[in-house]
């Protein structure tokens, strides 16, 4: 029986006795697994701020705290921050040299980092008067599910970070490429929440 | 419990002297403090003596290099097992105290507080849910499925050292809450408002959200573990329709953690953002909504339930077909109806609060649903029953398990019907007729299949059969202790008497509590009757040996290895051609011997131990212990301590110890070597001292 071509979903590496060894398969297969369980709380969290969006109680509303510009531009540095991943795996893929992996990498961090200090730019303008999670249920929603998301790439950018060290420490052996693997995976699911939230959250709140 | 005045705010956040139940005890010395202030002191001297024993003997390096660190499957396996054993013990003096409480409280106080009272109830559901039936289930789990399906390991064995440390973690803090503080009065659901800062200001609720969410984090590793494991670590040639029925009931329980868990996370989570941080998801004003949390947790409850049963339906699959001789009948159906279960325990979570305001359309089409669960549960009931049919039935421990279950769990399947309605739930709705009808779910459909597997795969473990005496003499109490203890709370609940009472008002239901009360007393008998059994069956263990692995002339691959197996597992992965690939090897004289030597050995990579699992796991703990006190630089000391543990881990490499070939050979044709010394026993014998774990073949 010959081995089947798509090892796991996603980007493969191709055939590599050492990634085999390590089990490259599993590991990506089980990550996938956690995303979707990952997934499962943000579709819970989506549920949570459906319900709620309506419990202003007489307080700030969508349509007078979410600014589409800022959001619009959230959205174009996420997406570039996935092409740019992108871009770093396929130079891990193909063995580019070690500073084109640094160079996507590091542009996929600061993409993450700006659109980090803009949204906690976009908090701070809405505490400034008064939209506070616990001035209304639809804030708490709204903090909830957005706040889950920018922990998510806080801690997506930290682990870049650490992976930028590993591979200072060891090179691309087999881990580091799971693991890198695994992190872009990570960082494009941060992406398609952040696209759910702007739809969802930010465009029908401009609609309504 | 009053407030009390703050010791050194600074270092120890909300606690003060009157958190000491011993402090309580002394100042206010009522039968309900004193037992407090015992339990607590119980806790205290418990730790102490489990301290001293393991210095007196030496034992700490042996434990911590050998167990505590150590990502064997099987070993976490193990420890998981002892973990619900543990705490079962714990639950179920619970359990006799309410009992107790319940019986002496008509028209009169009673020895236990309200307050108290609220506190055991709300400890006994969460340590048996989540402390007591999931740690076993996944510790059956994870001794058994590599061993079933030809793998030498789970496939993230760090991930399950990491699952199984959380789950510690918040079991220590149900304990610490027996000694610090308080607990929640909120019951196992701790369902908002009430449990919001507003009505429960104490430090109660916050114990509880933070045990159930380390709980949970920890379920759902262990669940995609289990799921990757089954995908993809299979022995060459086995096919999922080859599987042994406990690898399905695994897996679907896997994909059920995977999917169901999460919103448990989310809602204990978002009660702790209303608690610490002011939001408003469940409360009664500016907005919030406590609908949303009774939904987000019944989305978790009600698979949850199907997540405790599944692997106990497992367990019968695999306990029935080897102690009747057969083959499992309607293999195929077992499986859809595995699956079709756990499908349909997503569709209905509503009926747990058909009295909660939702449209009589609502109501009935998930009670409709509900309703439909009973087919597939039926199937699988007469599916067990021709498997029996004609075969040689053999009444182990295991087997009048199985058999208890199938009896008692279709009469709670028949009051789960009428609860399905929701015109008849209205009447019998928060009263002791559902806390009997769930009883009556969960004690066969969950403790008694734990057991059963329990007793079935412990000489697989250990290499040496528990005593069948005591064994027997533990499945009459737990079975008699039920029908005493759960039948009059049917009475009583159609009766009208509500759940979770501490005072009763109608004599008339004096009997009634009296005869559950003595048969609450007959279940710690059964408790006691296990512990004696596993004392007299480690003394006795000479005569019980089973070197030779296979006791019960068993089906599947786990039987095909050494008892205990090795680290290893197999010294050459099986090839798997069929749906049990070790009994038709031994009985079938035109295949090959199961104890033949593989054609070669080679060397086998195995997970060195790591102490990152545990610093992970008493970490978060302690992190939680600190958000529970509002001591925040404890909590971000313990985080800390994770982040680095898990940063650490990352760098680490050289995380595996080759197991060379010749030392495998060696270990490998010593046992091939007793095997064939060992005489082969018929059934009859199978509960005897001859019997050393090879089976004869009827020519």
């Known amino acids: ?78 997406l570039t921050s996935s092409a740019t991943f992108g871009r770093a795996s396929i130079a891990m893929k193909y063995a580019e040299p070690r500073r084109t992996l640094f160079g996507w990498l590091g542009a996929t961090l600061g993409l993450g980092l700006t659109f980090l200090a803009l949204e906690a730019n976009d908090y701070a303008t809405m505490v400034a008067h008064g939209a506070v999670p616990s001035r209304s249920g639809f804030l708490s929603a709204f903090y909830a599910l957005t706040g889950l998301h920018g922990l998510h790439v806080a801690v997506a950018c930290f682990w870049l970070v650490v992976m930028v060290g590993q591979v200072l420490a060891y090179g691309l052996d087999a881990r580091v490429k799971i693991n890198l693997l695994r992190l872009g995976l990570f960082w494009h699911l941060l992406d398609i929440v952040w696209i759910a939230i702007f739809s969802v959250v930010y465009l029908q709140g401009a609609i309504r | 419990m009053s407030p009390s005045t703050p010791v050194l705010p600074a270092l120890l956040g909300r606690f003060g002297w009157h958190d000491l139940p011993f402090v309580r005890a002394w100042q206010n010395p009522t039968a309900s403090e004193i037992i407090g202030a015992f339990a607590g002191g119980l806790v205290v001297v418990g730790a102490i003596a489990v301290a001293a024993v393991l210095t007196r003997h030496r034992w700490w390096g042996r434990l911590w290099s050998e167990w505590l660190t150590s990502l064997d499957h099987k070993k976490i396996g193990i420890m998981y097992v002892v973990l619900a054993g543990v705490m079962l013990s714990r639950a179920l003096i619970e359990a006799v105290l309410m009992r107790m409480q319940q019986a002496v409280a008509i028209d009169a106080p009673g020895f236990l507080s309200p307050d108290h009272f609220g506190q055991l109830f709300s400890t006994h559901g969460s340590i048996m849910i989540f402390f007591m039936a999931m740690p076993f289930l996944t510790g059956l789990i994870n001794y058994v499925v590599p061993l079933q399906i030809g793998a030498r390991d789970m496939a993230f064995p760090w991930a399950n050292s990491v699952a199984l440390w959380l789950t510690i973690g918040g079991a220590g803090l149900m304990m610490a809450s027996l000694v610090v503080g308080e607990f929640s009065t909120g019951g196992w659901s701790g369902y908002p408002p009430y449990t919001e800062r507003d009505f429960s200001p104490g430090v109660g609720v916050d114990y509880w959200i933070w045990a159930v969410t380390l709980g949970s984090i920890g379920s759902t590793m262990a669940g995609i573990n289990i799921a990757c494991t089954i995908y993809k670590l299979r022995a060459p040639g086995l096919r999922f329709m080859r599987m042994q029925m406990f690898c399905w009931t695994s897996l679907c329980t896997a994909i059920l953690m995977i999917f169901a868990m999460p919103p448990l996370t989310v809602a204990t989570l978002l009660l702790a953002l209303d608690r610490y941080a002011d939001f408003h998801f469940f409360t009664n004003d500016l907005g919030g909504n406590m609908m949303n949390y009774a939904n987000l947790f019944w989305l978790f409850g009600h698979p949850e339930v199907y997540i405790l049963i599944l692997p106990a339906f497992g367990v019968y699959s695999e306990v029935v077909s080897t102690f009747s001789s057969k083959d499992l009948y309607g293999y195929v159906s077992l499986v859809l109806a595995t699956m079709a279960i756990a499908v349909l325990s997503f569709t209905v979570w509503v009926h747990h609060f058909f009295t909660m305001g939702q449209s009589a359309n609502i109501n009935a089409v998930f009670g409709i649903a509900t309703m439909t669960i009973g087919v ?273 881990r990352s760098f680490g490499r050289n995380q595996h110890r080759t197991i060379p070939a010749a030392e495998i050979a060696a270990e490998h044709e010593a046992w091939l070597a007793r095997v064939r010394a060992t005489r082969p026993i018929p059934r009859r014998l199978e509960t005897q001292a001859i019997n050393r774990g090879l089976a004869e073949v009827r020519a």
Not at chain 2, 415 to 430: E, K, R, S
Not at chain 2, 472 to 481: E, L, M, Q
Not at chain 2, 493 to 501: E, L, N, P
Not at chain 2, 582 to 603: N, Q, V
């Open chain 1, 1 to 78: 029986m010959s081995e089947p071509e798509l090892a796991h979903a996603g980007l493969n590496l191709g055939p590599s006795a050492e990634l085999t060894r390590d089990g490259a398969e599993n590991a990506i297969f089980g990550f996938w697994i956690f995303l979707m369980s990952d997934a499962v709380i943000f579709a819970l969290l989506f549920a949570t701020y459906g319900t709620m969006v309506a419990g202003t109680a007489g307080g700030p509303t969508p349509a007078s705290e979410f600014k589409l510009l800022p959001a619009f531009v959230e959205t174009l540095l996420l």
């Open chain 2, 376 to 648: 597939p549960t039926g199937v699988k009931i007469y599916d067990w029953i021709w498997t029996m049919f004609r075969g040689e039935v053999r009444f182990t421990v295991p087997m009048l398990y199985s058999i208890a279950f199938m009896m008692t769990f279709v009469l709670g399947g028949f009051t789960g019907i009428i609860l399905a309605m929701p015109p008849l739930d209205y009447l019998v709705h928060n009263t002791l007729f559902l806390v009997a009808h769930f009883h009556n779910m969960l004690i066969p459909g969950l403790l008694y299949g734990m057991l059963a597997g329990y007793h079935y795969w412990f000489p697989k473990a250990f290499g040496f059969r528990l005593d069948e005496r005591w064994g027997r003499r533990a499945f009459t109490c737990w079975v008699v202790g039920f029908y005493l203890a759960f039948f009059p709370l049917y009475v009583l609940g159609a009766s009208g008497m509500a759940r979770r009472t501490q005072a009763i008002f109608e004599p008339s239901f004096r009997p009634w509590l009296y005869v559950a009360g003595v048969g609450a007393f007959i279940l710690l008998a059964a408790l006691a009757s296990l512990m004696i059994q596993l004392y007299v069956s480690i003394r006795d263990r000479a005569a019980t040996m089973v070197e030779a692995g296979d006791p019960w002339d068993g089906r599947g691959l786990e039987w095909s290895v050494a008892a205990p197996p090795p680290e290893y597992n197999f010294a050459g992965l099986p090839h798997v051609d069929g749906r049990n690939p070790f009994y038709d090897d031994k009985h079938d004289a035109g295949r090959p011997d199961p104890y033949r030597s593989p054609t070669d050995y080679s060397d086998i990579e195995v997970p060195r131990g790591s102490m990152a699992g545990i610093a992970i796991g008493l970490g978060a703990a302690v992190a939680a212990f600190g958000l529970v006190w509002e001591m925040w630089w404890l909590t971000l000391v313990a985080a800390e301590v994770v982040v680095a543990a898990l940063i650490l």
